[in-house]
């Protein structure tokens, strides 16, 4: 009966982890796949302890599903970090460059990709 519960309550954390997986547009928060991951962590290894083979799997496979949403959640922090520097870098551009860039004036023979201009 035990192993039961156990595989049925770790099958539902598999359909969760699976549909975030699914859902492109969702990005875990870290503490929730630092959550996740010690939670599913901790259910295999007493699964093992308890030699409940199926629920230590479909906990395993939840590991698989956390394991790829917390790959994403970097990729997606790390892509917020860079835009955060690219802002903050072209707002400490003196004014009038950045008027002149605004007005579509060039204001020095170097182009945008840092060749000369002829």
Not at 20 to 35: C, G, K, M, S
Not at 53 to 71: G, H, K, Q, Y
Not at 83 to 109: C, F, M, N, Y
Request: proline share 3%.
């Amino acid at each position: 009966m035990v192993s039961l519960l156990l595989s049925v309550t770790f099958a539902c954390g598999v359909v969760i982890a699976v549909a975030h997986v699914i859902n492109r547009n969702f990005i875990a928060p870290v503490y929730d796949v630092l959550a996740n991951l010690t939670a599913f962590s901790c259910a295999v290894a007493a699964s093992l302890l308890l030699d409940h083979w199926v629920p230590a799997m479909f906990s395993a496979v939840a590991i698989v599903c956390w394991l790829l949403l917390a790959r994403r959640t970097l990729l997606a922090r790390r892509d917020v970090t860079h835009q955060r520097a690219e802002h903050v870098a072209a707002s400490r551009r003196p004014w009038w460059l950045l008027a002149d860039r605004q007005a579509g004036r060039r204001t020095s023979p170097v182009t945008d990709d840092g060749l000369h201009e002829q």
